[in-house]
C-alpha cells in the first residue's frame, strides 16, 4: 500500500513538473512568436515586395519558354486574345476571345491563365472543368504578377467545392496547396494562405 501510495506521489509530482515545463515552454514559444511577428511588421513592405519580384520574374521565365514554341507574331496575338479578356471581363467577347486563345495556342503561358479566367467567369460543370484542366495541363503558367495558375486554380476549385458542400474534395486541393504551393501569392501579392485561413 505505502509503495502505491509512493508511485502516485512520484507520478504526481513527475507531472506537476512536466506542466510547469510545458507552461514555461509555451511562453517562450509565444514571446518568440510576437517577436518574429514584430519584426515582420517592420520589414514586411520590404519582404512582401522581394517575394513579389522572385515570383514576377518566375513569371517571366516561364513567358520566356513560350519564345522556343511560338513566334513572336504568334506571341503578340496570343496577347491581343487574352487582353480583350481583360478589358471585357465576363463579356461574351472575352470569353470567346479567351476560348479561340486555348483552341489554337495549346502550350502558351496565357493559356494556363486564360483557363483560369473562364474557370472564374464560367459556373456549373463547366467552370470545373476549366479549373481542373488548368490544373492538370497548366499549372507551371504564370501571371505577370506572380501569381501561379496551378496554386490559384486549386484555391477556386477548393472555393466552389466549398459551396457545393464536396468538403472532401476542397480539403485536397487546400493540402496541394500548403504541400506544393505554401509561398504562393495571390493578385495583391499577399500569401495566398492567409486567404485560406480567412
Not at 30 to 54: F, H, M, N, T
Not at 149 to 159: I, K, N, P, S
Not at 161 to 166: C, I, K, L, P, T
Amino acid at each position: 500500500m505505502f509503495r502505491n501510495l509512493l508511485t502516485v506521489v512520484f507520478i504526481f509530482a513527475a507531472c506537476s513538473q512536466a506542466n510547469a515545463n510545458e507552461e514555461e515552454l509555451q511562453a517562450k514559444i509565444k514571446q518568440l512568436e510576437d517577436r518574429v511577428a514584430r519584426l515582420e511588421k517592420a520589414l514586411g513592405p520590404s519582404l512582401k515586395q522581394l517575394r513579389v519580384a522572385g515570383f514576377q520574374e518566375q513569371a517571366r521565365e516561364r513567358m520566356r519558354k513560350d519564345l522556343e514554341v511560338y513566334s513572336q507574331d504568334e506571341l503578340n496575338e496570343i496577347e491581343q486574345l487574352y487582353q480583350v479578356a481583360n478589358q471585357k471581363w465576363r463579356s461574351e467577347e472575352g470569353k470567346d476571345s479567351l476560348k479561340k486563345l486555348i483552341d489554337k495556342y495549346d502550350k502558351a503561358n496565357r493559356t494556363g491563365c486564360a483557363l483560369l479566367y473562364l474557370g472564374q467567369m464560367s459556373a456549373g460543370d463547366e467552370q470545373i472543368d476549366y479549373l481542373t484542366k488548368a490544373i492538370e495541363k497548366f499549372s507551371d503558367c504564370c501571371y505577370g504578377d506572380g501569381v501561379r495558375v496551378g496554386a490559384y486554380a486549386r484555391f477556386v476549385l477548393a472555393q466552389r467545392y466549398r459551396d457545393d458542400a464536396q468538403n472532401d474534395k476542397a480539403d485536397k486541393l487546400m493540402a496541394e496547396i500548403e504541400r506544393d504551393y505554401a509561398d504562393a501569392i495571390d493578385h495583391r501579392g499577399e500569401p495566398l494562405l492567409a486567404s485560406i485561413s480567412d
